[in-house]
């Protein structure tokens, strides 16, 4: 029905090679080819963030992006921040112990979007971490614990 | 206590981190095909023909059903589900794909099958059916009018219910008042939202004839009962589970059309099957909590002591009856819950529009009855010119009444009785933590610099724990780990965690090694599931009643073996051990000796088995109270509300989770701060919706959510052995009326009057201009 294409991408340090529908969104792709669910779709409209991975570092929004358009591109998931070794990311850590989240679907693109604003600014204040994930949208934990987490992460990450 | 009461790590947190979760939409199975709906885009609309023939003929369509084509397979085409209610006047129940009419925009008319979801929308689009558009009703007022086109084209009317709640003479009180007041109110809360959608997976095992449902609800053993009621199906051949659920929120406890579809096409085809709804399906086929029109007045005496309350509540019901009448019930009976109110009445009508069908969103009505007495409240204190709190301190029901009985039923025909609580305590924290008595010096400070500041408060009482039971049970397996299953379901408020706490206290305070598994049809044979603030309450005494038995039980299995008393031994983790000693028996061997070996005894002339099954019944709710304080500033010129700063004192009984509880309670008043400022469901006078984007419909976001002070006071129910109310709703109640309080109080100098939420900033531009003229 629609054409494809080959493209070759480097997820979470991994090369990967696959043949793709031009109208497969990159979200789709990792979800469904790839069978990294940790991505998550919320709105399909690039309102709520969960999808959000990090493409070449910086944080996109894979609900609006096609898998073509990545060919060549390095990108990061969920599954790509815990070290490979065991133990979490020290954002992951700081998430778990300041109560970051609660049924934990917008955790993904939370973890995507500070990952990379923390790189960036490693000793935000409270109200630039608001601003950070100001495009994220969370419907259970009201933030608190999700500014706690990001502020307690860059304190960890700094020492 | 070694586990209750303390925040221990939660079970859920290092897979959901990791990207491990198992949602709805991670679920593969080979051979899964995938489904789209076709849905109506009229509000109201007969149908005359469809032609799905061009829809079929697209390489990897598998199928096109319609309401014609499923019949055949179904027992009845209606799902059954609402709350009994002497009050109906119409049964409007939803079909699993419409007629010869549909009724709201979004309603399912005809499911596509395909390999991939692209391809199943991509057909969906070329399904060609043929509407009559028919006059549509979209406001719930209007709708009561003789002239109103009628939702439904068969019914007599758009009335679905009436129903007169209250108690005492309140003619009379109104006839001694020294003072009546009136007010006419509007309030909306939108929709659910959570951020991830509904979704439902099935599949058909046709040698064994079972039919296995993953979704994402809310109430698993409801939604069993529907499949079986629908397929003419028996218990053993549905099986019903929920994967990670990502949030509820209150719609996804309904069992939906594309549940019981999706089930079908997957029978149908021999071929598992998955929905997963998108955001915009969300907005049209989820249900939705919407508008409240009331008229109501309040008598009191001289002295602003309540005398009376009566009015009218107008409600909108929707297309369809997909919960009952449960949401207005609970508003007009939330009114006078929390004060002494010596004569209640209020008339609730309930009206059917053409828009999607209203049932329960977190809070459930209640904030829409805490919203309504605390307006009343707010203009008693201004017309009597006295503070807002010390009006409510002269009302709020003593600490020394409580147990307080109430003249007012519950749906079940109880009487409401307020269990337990300090309400005038809460309130005074409450105004302490956020410095009220000085507040007027910062509002004029504030003034003289230019700025409206402005601060409110409101009170809430809410039943929480609906029972009247929960299922779980408790198991010690052979190798030692602890089972627990339960009719509870999981939703993101830590409800694995809560279990584990409850049973690890009894049975080696260890909670790695307790196994939960919660909203799962085939582990356990009942169940009420997720809803009301019930599952810590209801689920968790269960817990703790059974785990307690299984103690017992393992502790007689470890004295008949170790040859010591009862009373000298304790369990830690896997292990009962002799106090003080090293002598031990492993768990698993204690429930291995009482799995029974053929043709032995059991030690001790024991019954079988390290398990243990509950239902614990407890019929009356337990009430969670408390007060929230507001404090926020007014942009007159663009209308904007910012708030600086929200106190929320609350009692839920005995904590079993601090961290957890402030998680529910904040989340909560972020929900409640989106139904005061931003949520909105607009349609147009057509029901045509036109929020159905979140960047149109507005949920709260990190920047404008203020840091939340929490204050907790702690009285047990007697209600239940853990003494232990409900959170989970708790945050949203006071929250719209604490903001509603405080914009008011911000913008006094221009006379403004708030009787509306959402308020937005539309309203305040415009109210301000009013004031100013």
């Known amino acids: 029905m629609s054409a494809s294409r ?84 020290p954002l992951q850590e700081a998430f778990r112990e300041h109560h970051g989240l609660q049924c934990g679907f917008c955790t993904p693109g939370m973890l995507t979007t500070l990952v990379e604003f923390l790189r960036d600014n490693p000793e935000p204040t409270a109200e630039q971490v608001r601003v950070a994930i100001s495009g994220n949208l969370c419907r259970c934990t009201g933030y608190q614990g999700i500014v706690e987490a990001a502020l307690g992460a860059a304190k960890r990450l700094r020492a | ?331 007009a009976e939330n009114v006078p819950l929390g004060y002494e109110l010596p004569a209640y009445r209020m008339n609730v009508k309930v009206a059917l529009t053409n828009k999607v069908p209203v049932t329960p969103v977190r809070g459930a009505g209640h904030p829409q009855g805490v919203f309504v007495m605390e307006r009343l409240l707010d203009r008693v204190a201004r017309e009597l010119k006295l503070d807002r709190a010390e009006v409510r301190r002269r009302n709020l029901v003593p600490a020394e009444k409580m147990p307080y009985s109430t003249q007012l039923k519950a749906r079940g025909g109880l009487t409401i009785v307020l269990d337990s609580g300090d309400y005038p305590k809460c309130q005074r924290e409450a105004l302490r933590l956020a410095g009220w008595d000085d507040f007027p010096r910062r509002q004029a400070a504030a003034r003289r610099a230019g700025r409206h500041l402005g601060i409110g408060l409101a009170n809430f009482v809410k039943g929480t724990g609906r029972g009247p039971f929960e299922s779980v049970t408790v198991r010690v397996g052979p190798s030692g780990k602890v089972h627990v299953y339960s009719g509870a379901a999981a939703m993101g408020q830590s409800t694995k965690t809560m279990l584990a706490q409850v049973v690890a206290e009894q049975l080696g305070a260890d909670i790695r090694n307790i196994s939960v598994t919660t909203g799962d049809t085939g582990t356990i044979s009942m169940g009420l599931g997720g809803s009301n603030s019930r599952q810590a309450v209801m689920a968790g005494t269960s817990a703790h009643v059974a785990a307690s038995k299984v103690r017992e039980k393992a502790l007689q299995v470890a004295s008949h073996a170790l040859e010591v008393a009862e009373a000298d031994l304790e369990i830690d983790g896997r292990t009962i051990r002799v106090k003080g000693s090293d002598v031990t028996l492993d768990l698993g061997r204690a429930a291995r000796s009482i799995a029974g070996t053929a043709g032995y005894t059991l030690p001790g002339g024991m019954t079988p088995g390290l398990e243990a099954t509950e239902h614990v019944v407890i019929d009356a709710m337990a009430y969670t109270n408390g007060t929230a304080v507001v404090e926020l500033e007014v942009d007159v010129e663009t209308g904007a509300v910012r708030i600086e700063k929200l106190v929320f004192v609350h009692d839920c009984g005995r904590i079993l989770h601090p961290v957890i509880v402030e998680g529910q309670l904040i989340g909560g008043v972020a929900h409640g701060i989106g139904n005061a400022l931003f949520e909105w469901m607009r349609y147009d006078e057509n029901a045509q919706p036109i929020t159905s984007t979140l960047a149109d419909y507005l949920l709260i976001t990190s920047t404008e959510m203020p840091p939340v002070e929490l204050g907790h006071v702690e009285s047990p129910t007697p209600l239940n052995p853990l003494g232990v109310k409900g959170v989970g709703e708790c945050g949203v109640v006071p929250i719209a009326a604490a903001v509603a309080s405080a914009v008011e109080d911000a913008l006094s100098l221009y006379n403004v009057r708030i009787t509306r939420a959402p308020i937005t900033p539309a309203d305040i531009v415009t109210l301000v201009a009013e004031g100013r003229r």
């Open chain 2, 1 to 331: 206590m070694r586990v209750i009461g303390r925040a221990v790590p939660r079970l859920e947190d290092e897979p959901l981190l990791k990207g491990e979760g198992r949602f709805i939409d991670d679920i593969r199975l080979p051979g899964m095909l995938q489904a789209a709906f076709v849905r109506s885009p009229h509000a109201h609309a007969a149908i005359k023909h469809i032609d799905s023939a061009a829809a079929r003929a697209l390489p990897g369509v598998h199928a096109v059903y319609t309401r014609a084509d499923l019949l055949p397979h179904l027992a009845t085409e209606f799902m059954v589900v609402g709350l009994p209610s002497a009050s109906y006047k119409q049964d409007l129940n939803r079909p699993a794909l419409a007629g010869d009419e549909v009724v709201h925009v979004g309603q399912a008319v005809a499911i596509v099958v395909a390999d991939d979801r692209y391809i199943a929308e991509d057909a969906a689009a070329l399904v060609d059916i043929d509407y009559e558009a028919l006059p549509a009703i979209s406001d719930c007022r209007a709708a009561l009018t003789a002239s109103a086109p009628k939702a439904h084209g068969k019914s007599p009317h758009n009335l679905l219910a009436e129903f007169d709640m209250g108690y005492g003479d309140v003619d009379a009180a109104f006839k001694k008042a020294a003072h009546v007041f009136r007010e006419s109110l509007w309030q909306h809360r939108g929709g659910g939202h959570s951020i991830e959608c509904r979704g439902a997976v099935a599949v058909h095992d046709g040698m064994e004839d079972r039919l296995t449902l993953w979704s994402s609800t809310q109430m698993p053993h409801a939604a069993m009962r529907l499949l079986c009621d629908m397929l003419g199906r028996d218990e053993n051949q549905v099986r019903v589970i929920t994967p990670d659920v990502g949030g509820g929120f209150g719609p996804k406890l309904v069992f939906y059309p594309e549940d019981v579809v999706t089930a079908l096409a997957a029978v149908l085809l021999k071929r598992p099957v998955k929905w997963i709804e998108d955001r915009l399906e969300h907005f049209v086929a989820t249900t939705q909590e919407r508008d409240q029109y009331w008229d109501v007045e309040v008598a009191v005496d001289r002295e602003a002591r309540l005398l009376g309350i009566r009015g009218g509540l107008i409600h909108d019901h929707g297309a369809y009856t997909a919960r009952g009448v449960n949401l207005p019930y609970n508003s």
């Open chain 1, 6 to 89: 080959a493209i070759s991408v480097s997820v979470n340090g991994v090369r990967r090679d696959a043949e793709v529908p031009v109208r497969l969104t990159l979200a789709d792709f990792l979800r469904q080819q790839l069978e990294l669910t940790g991505t998550h779709l919320g709105c399909e409209h690039g309102v709520c963030g969960a999808c959000t991975v990090l493409l070449d570092g910086r944080s996109v929004r894979s609900c609006l992006m096609l898998a073509v358009q990545a060919n060549g591109r390095a990108i990061t998931t969920v599954e790509g921040l815990a070290p490979a070794d065991g133990g979490l990311h």
